[in-house]
């Protein structure tokens, strides 16, 4: 039985690299990859040809960089580092929140190239090349943004340890349908938990964040009083919340 686990470790591979020099390689000790990162697609297809040609990342820091709120960033991490962790501790950008740590509830939500994520769940190192947006980049000055604003005005929020990743991720809905029908909205923010409950002055914010969208009030909204934001949703015409 040793001797058969001997032959599969030495068995060559088609790249001319033997099983047991790449997992010396790779540090994999008892099925664990340390706490390196491989880069490239050996993690997706194992191929001994990409094994060759990857490059281990870690478990040491290594530089990289973020594009956060439109800035580039360059940072000394190591690639365990998650997302959340690169921009609260490294970057002092405390808008997302760490409640769960482990894809649960939402509070940690960022757009990542357009699309909302745990951030508590994306290693910094794989946000590479990608824009990151945070809430902290929604307000112009002290004006809110208008999802911000609708927040505000139909007291979504209680504790308010949930409000920027409810925030968030009603910008990536409405950035990608600006008049939601109930079931996108329903899913859009299912993703994300409230443990006060304030759900039912969520949806209404996120109504009336649509409503006063750009796309759908053809004004800017970043500029517009709350009070003409409440009389606005007063005023219906929102078919679809
Ligand atoms: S902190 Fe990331 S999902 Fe809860
Ligand atoms: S307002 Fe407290 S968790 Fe949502």
């Known amino acids: 039985m040793a001797d058969k686990r001997k032959d599969k470790a030495e068995e060559t591979t088609k790249a001319g690299i033997s099983r047991r ?12 990859l340390g706490s390196g990162v491989l880069s490239g697609s050996l993690l997706q297809d194992g191929h001994g040809a990409q094994a060759a040609a990857t490059k281990v990342l870690g ?16 940072l000394t991490l190591e690639p365990r580092v998650t997302l959340l962790e690169a921009l609260r501790d490294h970057l002092e ?26 951030s508590c769940s994306v290693f910094a190192i794989e ?19 208008p999802v911000q604003a609708a927040f505000v005005e139909n007291d979504a929020q209680q504790c308010g340890f949930c409000t920027p990743g409810f925030v968030m991720a009603t910008k990536a809905l409405l950035d990608k349908y600006p008049n939601p029908t109930a079931e996108q909205m329903r899913l859009a923010l299912g993703g994300n938990l409230c443990r006060c409950g304030t759900y039912v ?26 009070q003409a934001g409440r009389q ?7 078919s679809n919340a």
């Open 59 to 74: 478990p040491g820091a290594v530089a990289i960089e973020l594009n956060v709120n439109g800035k580039r960033w360059p």
């Open 201 to 226: 002055g969520i949806r209404q914010a996120v109504m009336q964040a649509a409503q006063n969208s750009p796309q759908n009030s053809h004004q800017n909204s970043k500029t517009r009083a709350p």
């Open 93 to 118: 950008l405390t808008g997302a929140k760490k409640v769960c740590d482990r894809a649960s509830c939402g509070a940690c939500t960022v757009i990542l190239d357009g699309s909302p994520v745990y």
């Open 232 to 238: 606005s949703r007063a005023g219906g015409g929102h």
């Open 21 to 32: 020099k790449f997992l010396k390689g790779v540090g994999v000790g008892g099925g664990m």
């Open 127 to 145: 946000a590479q090349g990608k824009t990151i947006q945070t809430v902290e980049s929604l307000a112009d000055g002290d004006t809110l943004h």
